[in-house]
T-cell receptor, first 109, second 116 residues
Framework: GQNIDQPTEMTATEGAIVQINCTYQ??????LFWYQQHAGEAPTFLSY??LDGLEEKGRFSSFLSRSKGYSYLLLKELQMKDSASYLC??????????WGAGTKLIIKP | GAVVSQHPSWVICKSGTSVKIECRSL??????MFWYRQFPKQSLMLMAT?????????EQGVEKDKFLINHASLTLSTLTVTSAHPEDSSFYIC????????????FGDGTRLSIL
């Protein structure tokens, strides 16, 4: 079956760095997306990886290893507004996104 | 600016009412749109895939006669919750698939539905 595994909750300090890991199993693979979702709001797109390696976008970077079924999202210089859920969503062979429960990130001052 | 427009943002209505939610793609023509539902503190649940000009594809366990989807144009899909009951109260979100490969799904702002 198809499966996503992310930590349920993480806590980090303002100004620090945090890495959110994601392992996945899908029927086929057409890339992996990371989304941010604030409480009570819809998800917003953060990054996309289809090839192995690191994609950097400002304070956020995302890494992919297809052979390991593994990705991580790295957030630097954490700000209070980064408190949100982070959703790892691989795309399967039907180009459908597979959603897990996400990781709730709590930022403390 | 917004890529997807979803209306209304909030709906509060009596049990037995039918509620229509609209999802518009503002930046590009979308043959495929998605409808999700999310209960508090739970993950996004795909309800159905809306295909322009053809019938929607519903996920297992989603009643197609209760959740009517119409995708009559390349920029508009609607979800109608028929004869809504309190257990249908949830956060409904649409998303639009960009036609180019490797591009993300863009989400509407969601509709919070409360059935009294």
């Amino acid at each position: 079956g198809q499966n996503i595994d992310q930590p349920t909750e993480m806590t980090a300090t303002e100004g620090a760095i945090v890495q959110i890991n994601c392992t996945y199993q899908t029927s086929g693979f057409n890339g992996l997306f990371w989304y941010q979702q604030h409480a009570g709001e819809a998800p917003t797109f953060l990054s996309y990886n289809v090839l192995d390696g690191l994609e950097e976008k400002g304070r956020f970077s995302s890494f992919l290893s297809r052979s390991k079924g593994y990705s991580y999202l790295l957030l630097k210089e954490l700000q209070m507004k980064d408190s949100a859920s982070y959703l790892c969503a691989p795309m399967d062979s039907n180009y459908q996104l597979i959603w897990g429960a996400g990781t709730k990130l709590i930022i403390k001052p | 600016g917004a890529v997807v427009s979803q209306h209304p943002s909030w709906v509060i209505c009596k049990s037995g009412t039918s509620v229509k939610i609209e999802c518009r793609s503002l930046d590009f023509q979308a043959t495929t749109m998605f409808w999700y539902r999310q209960f508090p503190k739970q993950s996004l649940m795909l309800m159905a895939t809306s295909n322009e000009g053809s019938k929607a594809t519903y996920e297992q366990g989603v009643e197609k006669d209760k959740f009517l989807i119409n995708h009559a144009s390349l920029t508009l899909s609607t979800l109608t919750v028929t004869s809504a009951h309190p257990e249908d109260s949830s956060f409904y979100i649409c998303s639009v698939q960009h036609p180019r490969e490797g591009q993300p799904q863009h989400f509407g702002d969601g509709t919070r539905l409360s059935i009294l």
